[in-house]
C-alpha cells in the first residue's frame, strides 16, 4: 500500500491548517506517524480541546469519508461491528417453504441466509469494508465497559473483523483511526498498547489566539489577544472546571456581538458565565479578577 | 542509534514508566520516518509510542533531554575535544548584540550587560536571545567545574540568584507602565504581570537545560539520568514530598478522584444480582404464555456505608491526612455519610467545614487553620485524643459505621487508650488504620501501631497516592 497521503510532517500541519485547525507540533507529528506506520490514535484531554475536531479536520484534509462511533455505556457487538438481518433472514426462509420445498438442501439454504446480503454493517465493519479511503473515529472509548473494549481489539491491530458464519473480513485499505478519551477511567494496557497516544491540553497562548483569530469572525487582533490572556490567567485559578477551547470561543463570540473592542474588568465579570459553568467557579474568577491586580 | 534506543527505553522503565516491548519495537519504526533533526517532531515521535499516560509526560521529557540533548546541530555545545566551545559561542553571541544596538563586543560581558539584555530579550519575548543570555548566564555565573560533585540544582539556584529575577519582573512592570503611559488598568497589569512570569519561567527552563547538557557532557548520560530520576506522581511518598511534589500530587488527586468515582459507580451497578423479584418474574412470563422463562431479580442494595475518619494532623503526617480527606470528601456520594475528626493532642469534629465550603480545598485549608486540636502542647497524644473521641462521640458509632484511623502512632510515649480502638471495633462494622510509615518503621521509636492494630480489622501501609487509591477501592 503506497503510503503517499502525506509527504512530510511540514505538509500535515499545513494541511489541518488549510481546513481551520491549528495543531502544534505533538498534534502533526503524531498524525504524520499514524498514517506512515498505520496505528490508531488514542487522543486524551480535557473536555472541549479539539479531540473530536482532529478527527473531522484529518477527515476533511484528505477527502476521506468520517464514519463515526459514538460508544456509551452497553454498546455491543451489534451495535459496533455487525448484526444479522434475522427478520430478512426469516422471510428469506419462508419464501422458501411457500415454492418448492423439500428439495433443497438445509447447507444451501444456510449458506444463502448467511452471507453478505443479510448482514448489517455497523461502524466498525463499514470502516473496514468501505472502497474508499476512510477516518474512523471512535468517541468517548472510555465510556465502555472494560469487556467490550476487547471487541475493538482485533480490528484497531489487525484491520480485521471476523465473522464466525462467514470468515475474516479484511480490510480493503487501511483507515486512520481515532479514539477519544476523557480519562474518566484508565482505558486496558492491551488497549492502549496497540494505538499511538495524544495527549492534547489547553493551547498555548499564541496557538489559543490564533484559533480565536481563525475560528470568530470579525475579531480584532487586540481582542483575540485579550481573550487568550484572560482565559490562561482564569486556568490558572483552581477551578471545579477549567475554560475550554470551545468555550473560549463562544466567549470571544460573545464580545464580538455586543461589540466589545477592549475587555475592562466589569465586562469580563458579566459574561464569565459564558467561560465557566459553576457558580462557585463564576464567583471565584470574580473575585480573583478584581481583587489581584 | 540502536544503542541509544535501548538505553533510553531502559532507563524509562528506570524512571517506571511501563514500556512493552511492542511500544519499543514502535518507536523504532517511529523514528524511521521522522528526521532526527527535527528535536521537536523525534520528540513527540517517541513519547506518541512509549508514553500511554499523561502523568509520565514529565518523566518522559526528563529522560529524553538527557539521552538526546546533545544531538541536535544547534546544541552542540561541544566541539570534538569535548571542550566547551567558548569562541563560537561567544561570537554567536556579538552578531546577536550587534543586532540589539551594538554595545560593544562580548569578550567581557559584565553582570550588569548580561542583565540588561536579558531584560530587553524578556521585555520582547525574542527567544533566540532568550536561549542566548542564559547560556551566558549559566557561563558567567554558575561556576561548573568538570567532575564536581554536586548536583544540577546547585548550579541552578547559583545562577538564578546572581540573576534576581524578582528584580527582573518588577522592572519588566515598570517598564511596561511606561509605555502605556500609566494608564493601565488593573486587569491590563495583571495580565502583563503574567505575560512576564510566563516568560521568565521559560527562561528558568532554559537555564535548567543548559545546566543539564553540560552535565551531561560532563559525567556521561547515565549517570545524569540516574540522578535525575524522581519518583512519578502516584509514587512519591506523602510524608517525604518537596513543594513541588506536592504541588504535583495534588493535581494528580483531582483526575484520580474522578476516575475512582466512575470506577466505584460502575462496580455498583454492574455487581451480581439480588434476590428473585417475584412479582417482575411473573410478569415477564406472560410474553411466554405464563412460563417464567426469563426470571428477574431485585437490584441489590447499595452498600453504602457511613464512614468516620479520624486524623492525625500534627507536622509530620499532615499531608497524608490532607489528602485521604481530599480524597474521601470528593467521593462523598459513594458514602452515605461522612463525618470527620482530627486531632493532635485534643480533637475537633470538622465534618461542618467540609458542609460548608463548596471548595474541598478551602475545607481542608480551613481544618488545618480553624480546628480546635491543641490541648497542652501541640505533640501527637493518640491516648488523650482518642478518649476525648470515645466520650464525646463514642454513643454515635454503630453496626453501620466504618472507622478510618489516619496516622502513624507515634504517640511521643504518652499513654495509648487502646482500648478505644478495641471497643470502636466491638461496635463498629470495620475499623481500618492507615499508616503513611513504611512498614518497616513501624514499632520503632514511639510508633505503637501494633498495640492499636490488633484491635482494627486491617492496617494498611499507605505512603503514596498509589496506595490511597488501592484501599479506597477496597473500601467503597
Redesign the interface.
Known amino acids: 500500500m503506497g503510503d503517499t497521503m502525506f509527504g512530510d510532517l511540514a505538509s500535515v500541519r499545513d494541511g489541518l491548517k488549510d481546513v481551520d485547525y491549528l495543531a502544534d507540533d505533538g498534534i502533526a507529528s503524531v498524525v504524520f506517524l499514524a498514517e506512515k506506520l498505520g496505528k490508531p490514535v488514542l487522543v486524551e484531554g480535557p473536555a472541549g480541546t479539539g479531540k473530536t475536531e482532529l478527527a473531522k479536520a484529518v477527515a476533511s484534509m484528505t477527502d476521506a469519508r468520517l464514519i463515526r462511533l459514538q460508544c456509551y455505556e452497553g454498546l455491543d457487538e451489534a451495535k459496533a461491528l455487525y448484526e444479522w438481518n434475522y427478520k430478512k433472514q426469516l422471510l428469506r426462509i419462508q419464501a422458501d417453504r411457500g415454492s418448492d420445498a423439500n428439495n433443497e438442501d438445509w447447507t444451501d439454504l444456510q449458506d444463502d441466509i448467511f452471507n453478505d446480503e443479510f448482514l448489517l454493517t455497523r461502524p466498525l465493519l463499514e470502516a473496514i469494508s468501505a472502497e474508499e479511503k476512510v477516518v474512523l473515529l471512535i468517541d468517548e472509548v472510555d465510556r465502555v465497559e472494560v469487556e467490550t473494549e476487547a471487541l475493538l481489539l482485533e480490528i484497531l491491530s489487525d484491520y480485521q473483523v471476523s465473522i464466525p458464519e462467514l470468515g475474516t473480513i479484511e480490510a480493503k485499505q487501511i483507515p486512520i483511526v481515532f479514539l477519544t478519551s476523557n480519562n474518566t477511567r484508565e482505558l486496558s494496557e492491551a488497549l492502549k498498547r496497540r494505538c499511538l497516544f495524544l495527549h492534547i491540553d489547553y493551547p498555548q497562548l499564541e496557538r489559543e489566539k490564533e484559533i480565536v483569530l481563525t475560528k470568530v469572525d470579525g475579531i480584532s487582533d487586540n481582542l483575540a489577544e485579550q481573550v487568550a490572556r484572560i482565559v490562561r490567567s482564569i486556568r490558572q485559578i483552581e477551578l471545579k472546571k477549567s475554560p475550554s477551547v470551545s468555550e473560549t470561543l463562544d466567549w470571544a463570540r460573545t464580545l464580538v456581538l455586543l461589540g466589545v473592542e477592549s475587555i475592562d474588568v466589569e465586562q469580563a465579570k458579566e459574561s464569565l458565565h459564558i467561560l465557566l459553568k459553576y457558580q462557585s467557579d463564576i464567583e471565584k474568577a470574580a473575585k480573583e479578577l478584581t481583587v489581584e491586580g | 542509534m540502536l544503542d541509544l534506543m535501548s538505553g533510553f527505553v531502559v532507563e524509562l522503565r528506570n524512571a517506571g514508566l511501563?514500556v512493552?516491548l511492542?511500544?519499543n519495537l514502535?518507536a523504532m519504526?517511529?523514528v524511521k520516518?521522522?528526521p532526527i533533526e527535527?528535536r521537536?517532531?523525534f520528540k513527540?515521535?517517541l513519547?506518541?509510542?512509549l508514553?500511554?499516560?499523561?502523568q509520565h509526560?514529565k518523566a518522559f521529557e526528563t529522560v529524553f533531554e538527557v539521552y538526546f540533548s546533545l544531538r541536535g546541530p544547534e546544541y552542540n555545545v561541544l566541539d570534538e575535544e569535548g571542550e566547551i566551545d567558548e569562541d563560537s559561542l561567544e561570537e554567536w553571541m556579538s552578531q546577536q548584540m550587534r543586532g540589539m544596538g551594538g554595545q560593544g563586543s562580548s569578550e567581557d560581558m559584565s553582570p550588569e550587560e548580561i542583565a540588561e539584555m536579558l531584560f530587553r530579550a524578556l521585555m520582547n519575548a525574542d527567544e533566540a536571545m532568550m536561549a542566548a543570555m542564559a547560556r551566558a548566564a549559566v557561563t558567567q555565573f554558575a561556576g561548573m567545574e568538570p567532575g564536581r560533585p554536586v548536583g544540577g540544582t546547585y548550579y541552578l539556584y547559583r545562577t538564578l540568584r546572581n540573576l534576581d529575577l524578582d528584580g527582573m519582573l518588577d522592572r519588566l512592570m515598570e517598564q511596561a507602565q511606561e509605555r502605556s503611559e500609566g494608564d493601565m488598568?488593573?486587569?491590563q497589569?495583571?495580565?502583563e504581570r503574567?505575560?512576564f512570569e510566563?516568560r521568565i519561567e521559560d527562561l528558568k527552563r532554559e537555564i535548567e537545560a543548559e545546566i543539564r547538557r553540560r552535565l551531561v557532557a560532563d559525567r556521561g548520560v547515565e549517570a545524569m539520568a540516574k540522578t535525575l530520576r524522581k519518583p512519578l506522581p502516584e509514587d512519591v511518598d506523602f510524608m517525604h514530598a518537596s513543594r513541588e511534589e506536592m504541588a504535583n500530587i495534588r493535581k494528580a488527586i483531582q483526575?484520580l478522584t474522578?476516575?475512582l468515582a466512575?470506577?466505584l459507580a460502575?462496580k455498583r451497578k454492574?455487581k451480581r444480582k439480588g434476590p428473585l423479584d417475584f412479582r417482575a418474574t411473573v410478569r415477564q412470563s406472560l410474553s411466554y404464555g405464563g412460563v417464567p422463562a426469563e426470571p428477574r431479580f431485585r437490584n441489590p442494595r447499595p452498600n453504602k456505608p457511613e464512614l468516620v475518619v479520624v486524623a492525625d494532623i500534627s507536622g509530620s503526617v499532615a499531608a497524608f491526612a490532607r489528602f485521604t480527606l481530599h480524597l474521601v470528601y470528593a467521593l462523598q456520594n459513594q458514602f452515605s455519610k461522612v463525618r470527620s475528626f482530627v486531632f493532635i493532642d485534643g480533637l475537633d469534629e470538622v465534618t461542618h467545614m467540609f458542609q460548608d465550603e463548596?471548595?474541598i480545598?478551602n475545607a481542608v485549608h480551613r481544618v488545618n487553620t480553624e480546628a480546635d486540636v491543641v490541648w497542652v502542647d501541640g505533640h501527637s497524644d493518640y491516648g488523650h485524643a482518642f478518649g476525648v473521641f470515645w466520650e464525646n462521640y463514642g454513643s454515635e458509632i454503630n453496626s453501620k459505621s466504618t472507622v478510618m484511623f489516619l496516622g502513624d502512632a507515634r504517640n511521643n510515649y504518652h499513654a495509648t487508650n487502646a482500648w478505644v480502638v478495641k471497643e470502636t471495633a466491638k461496635k463498629a462494622r470495620s475499623v481500618f488504620w492507615l499508616n503513611p510509615e513504611p512498614k518497616s518503621y513501624w514499632d520503632t521509636g514511639d510508633s505503637v501501631i501494633t498495640e492499636y492494630a490488633t484491635h482494627a480489622d486491617a492496617v494498611f501501609e499507605c505512603r503514596n497516592l498509589r496506595q490511597l487509591e488501592g484501599f479506597v477501592d477496597h473500601l467503597a
Open positions: 511501563p512493552s511492542t511500544e514502535d519504526e517511529a520516518h521522522i527535527d521537536d517532531a513527540y515521535a513519547a506518541t509510542t508514553v500511554k499516560n499523561e509526560w488598568t488593573s486587569l497589569e495583571r495580565l503574567e505575560e510566563n483526575p474522578r476516575k466512575a470506577r460502575r454492574h463548596e471548595d480545598t
